[in-house]
């Protein structure tokens, strides 16, 4: 499916093209959920960005080109998303799920208050990625910004493992206070807020670890290695 014009939604819509590739060519506005299935959905334009859509469910990978805003609803996307242009996905208090990004040397803006779902690999071409969500690890999650930071901006939680790259990984708030995830590696420095745990698996942090609040690391059994600590005034056990 070739849709080369400007899509308005009337009702809520189902695209199916099996393993075929769907295109919406200009950009997709309305005020109804899209729900589209394909060997990938490619996003020419902008989405929602006249009239917010209701929801978006993508079955499969997605090539997002611009902004995707949607009022106040779910974002689905359940295979990777590569981006072709700077995106700011816009949500509301609407959650998010991604299965990986490759976002090149384009930026990924997450906008609103609901909750971030990811899995696997999220890259970029030293662009900075920013998970100013609650986080829920639903799979082993690995994330890679090269030398541009990678910021968690609320908690991370998950019985999953998360291995981060980056030139310095920063976590605003607790990891694993609700769902202790199964284990942590950052390869560079890290900054950490809160408290850390683990489910009897190991932390690694192989850059220095700069403590902006009171710091717990609870790996049970697990190890934990560390490179390093500037705690500043805070309290680290």
Known sequence: FNFNRAVTLANNTTINSGTATTTFGSTVNGARTLNVTAGNTVFGGAVGNTTGLTGLTVNGPASLAGNVTLANAALSISGLTTLTGNSTLSTGSGNITLVGVAAGANTLTLAGTGGLTMSGNFTSTNTAFNFN??????????????????????????????????????????????????????????????????????????????????????????????????ANTRTFA
């Open 133 to 230: 969500r609650a986080v829920t690890l639903a799979n082993n999650t690995t994330v890679n910004s090269g030398t541009a930071n990678t910021t968690f901006g609320s908690t991370v939680n998950g019985a999953r493992t998360l291995a981060v790259t980056a030139g310095n990984t920063v976590f605003s708030n607790t990891v694993g206070a609700t769902t202790a995830l199964t284990g942590l590696t950052i390869t560079g420095p890290a900054s950490l807020a809160g408290n850390v745990t683990l489910a009897n698996s190991a932390l690694s942090i192989s850059g220095l670890t700069t403590l902006t609040g009171n710091t717990t690391l609870s790996t049970g059994t697990g190890n934990i290695s560390l490179s390093g600590v500037n």
